[in-house]
């Protein structure tokens, strides 16, 4: 979720609120319908291996979007690739527990690439 859109749905305090909760937070935004960009990249490699690391030990988290759909379940996806999962697999996996998500052709090549990062 970009910050405007945080800003429009009332939540921009939404990492601090989190936080004052006990929860780690990273905002990694991304623009609505769209595959993530560089900037996700660069800050995934640090990201990516923090949450790697909590599912490692058996721990829960939580991803969101707004609609939680399109980029939340292309995260989603790219986290089990990178987890050892086949990118068509993760994709179904994905659509089964939330219908209609990895919405762009972009999104799925997306995930479709992390197979070889």
């Known amino acids: 979720v970009e ?4 800003e429009i749905l009332g939540v921009a305090n939404l ?3 989190a ?9 990694l935004p991304v623009i609505d319908g769209a595959a993530p960009g560089r900037a996700f ?12 690391a909590l599912l490692d030990r058996d721990a829960r988290i939580a991803l969101h979007c ?10 989603a996806a790219r986290i ?3 987890r050892g999962m086949a990118p068509a697999e993760a994709v179904a996996r994905v659509r089964r527990a939330r219908p209609g998500a990895i919405e762009s052709p972009e999104q799925r090549a997306w ?3 992390a197979a070889s990062r």
């Not at 910050?3 to 945080?6: F, I």
């Not at 936080?19 to 905002?27: F, I, M, S």
């Open 3 to 6: 910050r405007a859109e945080l």
């Open 15 to 17: 990492g601090t609120r």
């Open 19 to 27: 936080r004052a909760h006990g929860l780690r937070w990273w905002h």
């Open 41 to 52: 990249e660069r800050t995934w490699r640090e990201t990516g291996a923090a949450v790697h």
């Open 66 to 75: 707004r609609a939680g759909i399109g980029r939340t379940g292309t995260v």
């Open 80 to 82: 089990l690739v990178e």
């Open 111 to 113: 995930v479709d690439a």
